[in-house]
């Protein structure tokens, strides 16, 4: 298993805004994902952290609106950039092993 | 593209009965299946994976079956109990590997 720490747990931000939300794991891996939770919603996959490399975004999802940084094989970023109405929603860190998920406890922004 | 889809309902059912709920997909074969739990305002945690060479597969109380020709999982809580209230998320694995799309999720209550 793996054990994830989110920060911030939870933001009020202004419109045209940008926040980091920062995911700390215990151990080394390999794959960490980024999700987003829109309210009533399920999860969407933003993107995927590579160390060493530019993330790998999903359809929908761009470098310019969600940057990532991914220094080393416990810790990833995630920037939410010029933020709108539109943008809030849980941002859910997680990362992979041996198939199954193993996520934060996320990140709720509240952009006004 | 994928499409998951779970009981869109609300699932209500007294203790102790057994609480069967549904994930249909399409255009696409997945070669593993899983079940997660969330609870308001946490993150989801994994519950069950099943491979596509897997008819069935349980886990204490739970039970989860996976039909690649109907392209269907059930997912069984036998003895339910009020505990067991929650959203249950459905999730295929996308190549090449290691990301999961998840279906929107069906809320399940356990009244006593």
């Known amino acids: 298993s793996a054990v994830i720490s989110q920060k911030p747990s939870r933001d009020i931000c202004q419109r045209g805004t940008s926040l980091t939300i920062q995911c700390q794991v215990d151990s080394q891996v390999t794959m960490m994902f980024w999700y987003r939770q829109q309210p009533g919603q399920s999860l969407t996959l933003i993107a995927t952290?590579?160390?060493?490399?530019?993330?790998?975004?999903e359809s929908g999802f761009v470098i310019d609106k969600f940057p990532i940084s991914r220094p080393n094989l416990t810790f990833s970023t995630l920037t939410v950039s010029n933020m709108s109405p539109e943008d809030s929603s849980i941002y859910l860190c997680s990362v992979a092993n041996t198939g199954e998920l193993f996520f934060g406890e996320g990140s709720r922004l509240t952009v006004l | 593209s994928q499409k998951i889809e779970q009981n869109s309902e609300a699932l209500n059912i007294q203790e102790g009965k057994t609480a069967t709920l549904t994930c249909n997909y399409t255009?696409?074969?997945?070669?593993?299946l899983q079940w997660y739990r969330q609870d308001p305002g946490r993150g989801p945690v994994f519950l069950l994976l099943?491979?596509?060479?897997?008819k069935e597969k349980r886990k204490e109380r739970l039970k989860v079956t996976f039909d690649t020709t109907l392209k269907q999982s059930l997912f069984h809580i036998t003895a339910s109990q009020p505990a067991d209230s929650a959203t249950y998320l459905c999730?295929?694995?996308?190549?090449?590997?290691?990301?999961?799309?998840f279906g929107q999720g069906t809320e399940l209550s356990v009244k006593p």
């Open positions: 099943i491979r596509e060479n897997e």
């Open positions: 952290a590579n160390q060493g490399s530019e993330a790998t975004y």
């Open positions: 999730a295929l694995d996308l190549p090449p590997g290691g990301k999961l799309i």
């Open positions: 255009n696409y074969s997945p070669a593993y």
